[in-house]
Every structure is written in C-alpha cells, then in structure tokens.
C-alpha cells in the first residue's frame, strides 16, 4: 500500500490529455504538487498509444467552432513540442481524393471548410499531381493538404510527463493504481485507488474512454455513455 500524500491536484488519466494537462499545470504553477494517477503499469495505453499518430490538420471541422479552433492551435502547439523536444514526428501532407464525379459536391464542400479553417498551404490537385505525390493513389480531383502529418503520440505523453515531473520535485507519476472510489470534502477530496488513498484539493479526470464510468463513480449524474464499436 502507498502511504497518504496531500497534493494541489490529482489528474487522473495517463493518455496524452491527461498528460498535456500535467506539464501545462506544472510548468505554469511550479510550486504546486501534482499527481498523475494511471491505472495501467505506463503511460499512453489505452487510445493515445494505440491510435492512427495522425496529426489532424482540422480541415474538416465546422468553421469558427471551439472544435476547429482547438484543433489547428494544437497542431502548431504538437508539432513546435516535438521539434523542441525531438519527439518522432513527420509533417508528411496528406491529400483528399474525390475518385468519381458523385464524391465532387462533397469535395468542393471540404475544400470550402479548408479555407474557412485557413488551413495553411491547402490547394486543388489533378490526376497528374496525386500520382507524383503518391504513386498508389488515382483520383479525378485531390485536395493537397501539406500541415498533415504524423507523430509518435506515446513519445509525446511520455516527454510532456517527465518535463511536468522535473518542475517539483513532489509531484508523482502514480503508475499501476486504479481509482476506486472517491469522497469529497469541503476542503479536499480523497482518493481510493487499489494501492491506498491521496488526499488532493481539486481533481481533473482525463479518463478517455473511461470518463463516463469515472463519473459515475464520482456520483455524478449523467446521461451520456460510451459505447464501444
Ligand atoms: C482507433 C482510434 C484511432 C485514432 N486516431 C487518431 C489519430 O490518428 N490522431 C488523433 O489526433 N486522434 C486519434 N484518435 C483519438 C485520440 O487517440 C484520442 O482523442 C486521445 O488519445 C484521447 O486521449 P485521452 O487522454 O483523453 O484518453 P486515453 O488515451 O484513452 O487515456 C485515458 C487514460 O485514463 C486511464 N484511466 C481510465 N480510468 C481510470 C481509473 N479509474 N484510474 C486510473 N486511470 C484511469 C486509462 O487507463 C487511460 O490511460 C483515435 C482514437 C481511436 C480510438
């Protein structure tokens, strides 16, 4: 059993949310002590490690919304973290292939969006172009989309933990303990997980997949649910 540590905040969720909220936290308000509480023995295991690594450019995303907007600053903020921090990344550019005149309205549409969301650099491409670029993809009309690209998520997780873990030497990296149950306090909550409790004055829940059962646990009352498929 672990013993009892007081902490500012408790995140719980090691996947690259929970992640980029510790080391955004930490490297703003160094003197506060962090926890980080995974259940699963490392970090990034259960979507960010095991996801496409693609760096979405946000060129789908209806424009001027909080969706559109989050996407392209986090790209420009992903891509500057892995160049300053040598995390495998290539901006390799993608392109969006109409293959037959039905897939055209749907096309012209997403092109549209593209410009709204200024996604930087996209242009119109024909045949000749998609085959240079890519060699096993025909189309009759492509969107060049070049601020695509991928990136090895589980590496970024891992490096935004360790930059927040070197801001206070009394934060922790809480690996292998899974929260139980939670009470609140008026002052503070304490956590039970399967290795003891920790007693934190706010608590961030980053559990992905998992939010819903996380806040049901928390006795919070929700009617949404994630269903796998
Ligand atoms: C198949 C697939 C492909 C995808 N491809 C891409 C892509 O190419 N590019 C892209 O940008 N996005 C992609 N996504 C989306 C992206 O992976 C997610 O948006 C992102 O990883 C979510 O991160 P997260 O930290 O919220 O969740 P997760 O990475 O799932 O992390 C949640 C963490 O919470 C932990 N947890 C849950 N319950 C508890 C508990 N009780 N106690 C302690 N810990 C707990 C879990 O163990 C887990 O590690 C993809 C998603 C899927 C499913």
């Known amino acids: 059993?672990?013993?009892?540590?007081?902490?500012?905040?408790?995140?719980?969720?090691?996947?690259?949310?929970?992640?980029?909220?510790?080391?955004?936290l930490q490297t703003r308000y160094p003197h506060l002590k962090i926890c980080l509480i995974e259940k699963m023995p490392k970090l990034a295991d259960h979507q960010t490690g095991n996801n496409s690594g693609v760096i979405h450019s946000g060129l789908y995303y209806k424009p001027g919304s909080l969706k559109a907007k989050n996407c392209i600053s986090g790209r420009h903020e992903?891509?500057?973290?892995?160049?300053?921090?040598?995390?495998?990344?290539?901006?390799?550019?993608?392109?969006?292939?109409?293959?037959?005149?039905?897939?055209?309205p749907n096309f012209e549409k997403i092109f549209k969006t593209g410009l709204e969301n200024k996604i930087e650099g996209i242009e119109k491409i024909g045949p000749d172009k998609i085959r240079e670029i890519e060699p096993h993809c025909v189309g009759i009309a492509g969107i060049w989309v070049p601020c695509t690209g991928i990136i090895d998520f589980r590496g970024a997780t891992e490096k935004m933990v360790e930059i927040a873990l070197s801001k206070n030497t009394e934060s922790r990296l809480l690996l292998n303990e899974e929260v139980k149950s939670i009470d609140h306090h008026e002052t503070h909550s304490v956590i039970h997980t399967s290795k003891g409790k920790h007693i934190a004055n706010?608590?961030?829940?980053?559990?992905?997949?998992?939010?819903?059962?996380?806040?049901?646990?928390?006795?919070?009352?929700?009617r949404e649910k994630v269903v796998g498929f």
């Open 1 to 24: 059993m672990t013993t009892t540590a007081n902490y500012d905040i408790a995140i719980i969720g090691g996947g690259i949310v929970g992640a980029a909220t510790f080391y955004k």
């Open 78 to 104: 992903l891509v500057a973290f892995a160049r300053e921090h040598n995390i495998k990344h290539d901006v390799c550019g993608k392109i969006v292939v109409a293959t037959d005149e039905k897939e055209l």
């Open 202 to 222: 706010k608590l961030i829940f980053c559990g992905g997949l998992q939010a819903d059962r996380l806040a049901k646990m928390d006795k919070v009352s929700i």
